[in-house]
């Protein structure tokens, strides 16, 4: 499955301003409401489960993965892309600052495994990474998406 | 040998988790069991695990268990995971 497919229309953002953490992860929750896989209501869902259980969702230096869990504000299962223009701090010790943002909405357990396993080959390489948060345009991130696929 | 994979809603980072580690596990030679879970769930998954992989943030909130938990930095660095899985099961 290509992350690029992954992606329609409006639920990529580049060079985007956020002054906090929460202000990031509306912009990813922006996402997937655009791209019809949660509601409104599923954004501040991921930001409560940041104020419960800790900034845990940011995994690896730079990266945040934005979700709750599955809920009626969830839609269909599908994920939104948030580059920011100047790295927020969430809070977590070993991988602040953020720079980039993807937010996940699933409707069960397996449905998203697919997309999850070619968003980890994704984050495997920081070259790639780095390019991809550098990107200018939506348009940029799906054709580097799209080339790596093809790789 | 069973390993359990913990976030707080057991469907996004400890899925990625869960997919480092058995890349790790595959590179080691090792049969494991990789099981993602969310802290809810994890308290008791981690009663008959031999592993818990967690983040920094949640392991306090596992508690005492019998199993090895083990805080991992960077869920999508596969080498990370690999090191901390063998220093705990070797």
Request: hydrophobic letters at 50%; glycine letters at 8%; one cysteine or more.
């Amino acid at each position: 499955m290509s992350l690029a497919d992954q992606l329609p229309e409006g639920t990529i953002a580049t060079k985007a301003v956020a002054k906090d953490w929460r202000e990031a992860i509306r912009l990813a929750g922006d996402g997937l409401v655009a791209g019809g896989v949660a509601t409104e209501q599923y954004t501040t869902e991921m930001i409560e489960a940041v104020e419960k259980h800790g900034p845990y969702i940011v995994v690896a230096p730079g990266f945040a993965l934005a979700h709750s869990r599955p809920s009626p504000a969830v839609l269909g299962t599908g994920i939104s892309w948030v580059g920011l223009a100047e790295p927020v701090a969430f809070g977590s010790a070993a991988n602040d600052p953020v720079t980039l943002v993807v937010g996940l909405a699933a409707q069960d357990h397996d449905s998203h495994l697919a997309v999850m396993s070619s968003l980890a080959g994704v984050l495997a390489d920081e070259n790639v990474l780095r390019e991809l948060i550098a990107a200018e345009t939506p348009e940029q991130v799906r054709a580097r998406l799209a080339e790596l696929e093809t790789e | 040998m069973k390993i359990v994979a913990v976030c707080g809603m057991g469907i996004g980072t400890s899925v990625l988790l869960k997919m480092n580690a058995e890349k790790a596990l595959r590179a080691m030679g090792v049969d494991a069991d990789v099981e993602a879970a969310d802290i809810g769930t994890a308290r008791g998954a981690a009663r008959t695990a031999d592993v818990v992989l967690t983040s920094d943030e949640l392991a306090p909130e596992i508690g005492e268990v019998p199993a090895k938990v083990i805080v991992i930095k960077n869920f999508t660095d596969v080498n990370e995971i690999t090191e901390a899985l063998q220093s705990s099961i070797a």
